[in-house]
């Protein structure tokens, strides 16, 4: 059986909120391979969920970048990082949502595989409350305080927010503090979604995790190098009655990133055609 090109490989994970905790048993297990937290890294350069620094591009060139970060302080050819965006969905404001990004680079091989997982499991919400409000403490205590870690933060100033509150009564009277600090007289409480102080967004890293440790099990056919797996979907389904295409997926595209084979593989549920609902021939018939 051959050696996994990972096994026992040093994999740097740049992180200051204990996600090696979440990546590291993915890693080993179906890898064999060691995930190592880079030491003296500042992360949070890089954006903060209680938004005193901005994210300096979209999520997946962020969590890359992050990623890199690990080679400034660690002797290694592999290095992993993770970004996360929560909030409200458009269509669907009252029920937040969030999506992962985990980015795994590979500078030996030249690689460079993202993978990403979204989510309805979180606690994330934002409120705003007065001085003195009666609400805030049953409100604080819906969002699991103090399992899950909150935020206070100025309505009308963000770039000093609480954190690292542990007492209810901490946070009542930040509440208080920071809506008197207010032009508006408004503070917000928001949900910690940082790794270490929520313990739902750990579960969907170590989901990600997982996610990401079995596409790079997996072997390119063609080079034999790590994380060949899926990089595109292809519709054109045939319509069950009248066979012309419809805008569901007829097949997935696995890839691989270092010498660029691609191979196309069926559906995972098996089916060779779509619903004639969903054919807009068959409607306009």
Same mark, same amino acid.
């Given at each position: 059986? @051959?050696?996994?090109?990972?096994?026992?490989? =040093?994999?740097?994970?740049?992180?200051?909120?204990? $996600?090696?905790?979440?990546? &590291?048993?993915?890693?080993?297990?179906?890898?064999?391979? %060691?995930?190592?937290?880079?030491?003296?890294?500042?992360?949070?350069?890089?954006?903060?969920?209680?938004?005193?620094?901005?994210?300096?591009?979209?999520?997946?060139?962020?969590?890359?970048?992050? &990623?890199?970060?690990? *080679?400034?302080?660690?002797?290694?050819?592999?290095?992993?990082?993770? %970004?996360?965006?929560?909030?409200?969905?458009?269509?669907?404001?009252?029920?937040?949502?969030?999506?992962?990004? @985990?980015?795994?680079? /590979?500078?030996?091989?030249?690689?460079?595989?993202? %993978?990403?997982?979204?989510?309805?499991?979180? +606690?994330? !919400?934002? @409120?705003?409350?007065?001085?003195?409000?009666?609400?805030?403490?049953?409100?604080?205590?819906?969002?699991?305080?103090? %399992?899950?870690?909150?935020?206070?933060?100025? +309505?009308?100033?963000?770039?000093?927010?609480? $954190?690292?509150?542990?007492?209810?009564?901490?946070?009542?009277?930040?509440?208080?503090?920071?809506? +008197?600090?207010? /032009?508006?007289?408004?503070?917000?409480?928001?949900?910690?979604? !940082?790794?270490?102080? +929520?313990?739902?967004? @750990? $579960?969907?890293?170590?989901?990600?995790?997982? $996610?990401?440790?079995?596409?790079? =099990?997996?072997?390119?056919?063609?080079?034999?190098?790590?994380? *060949?797996?899926?990089?595109?979907?292809?519709?054109?389904?045939?319509?069950?009655?009248?066979?012309?295409?419809?805008?569901?997926? /007829?097949?997935?595209?696995?890839?691989?990133?270092?010498?660029?084979?691609?191979?196309?593989?069926?559906?995972?549920?098996?089916?060779?055609?779509?619903?004639?609902?969903?054919?807009?021939?068959? =409607?306009?018939?």
């Amino acid at each position: 059986m @051959m050696v996994h090109p990972y096994r026992h490989e =040093r994999i740097g994970l740049a992180t200051i909120h204990g $996600k090696d905790r979440a990546i &590291a048993p993915p890693f080993r297990r179906l890898l064999g391979a %060691e995930i190592v937290v880079a030491p003296d890294l500042d992360t949070d350069t890089l954006g903060t969920f209680s938004g005193e620094v901005a994210r300096p591009g979209p999520v997946v060139e962020t969590c890359a970048i992050k &990623a890199e970060l690990a *080679f400034r302080t660690l002797d290694v050819d592999c290095a992993i990082a993770s %970004e996360g965006s929560y909030g409200p969905i458009d269509r669907v404001p009252l029920k937040p949502s969030g999506v992962e990004v @985990m980015a795994f680079i /590979d500078r030996r091989r030249g690689l460079r595989i993202i %993978e990403t997982l979204a989510t309805h499991r979180t +606690n994330w !919400r934002l @409120m705003r409350f007065k001085a003195g409000d009666p609400e805030a403490p049953a409100a604080v205590k819906a969002l699991g305080f103090p %399992e899950y870690g909150v935020f206070v933060i100025a +309505n009308s100033d963000a770039s000093r927010p609480i $954190k690292g509150l542990t007492t209810l009564d901490e946070v009542v009277s930040a509440i208080d503090q920071e809506a +008197n600090r207010s /032009d508006d007289g408004l503070a917000i409480l928001i949900a910690d979604m !940082r790794a270490h102080r +929520n313990p739902t967004r @750990m $579960k969907v890293l170590r989901a990600l995790s997982w $996610k990401l440790a079995r596409r790079l =099990r997996c072997l390119c056919p063609a080079c034999g190098a790590p994380g *060949f797996g899926h990089i595109d979907s292809r519709r054109g389904l045939p319509c069950e009655d009248c066979r012309a295409p419809t805008h569901w997926i /007829d097949f997935e595209i696995d890839g691989c990133a270092a010498c660029g084979h691609a191979a196309g593989r069926p559906r995972k549920d098996g089916r060779r055609s779509a619903s004639k609902l969903s054919c807009v021939t068959c =409607r306009g018939a």
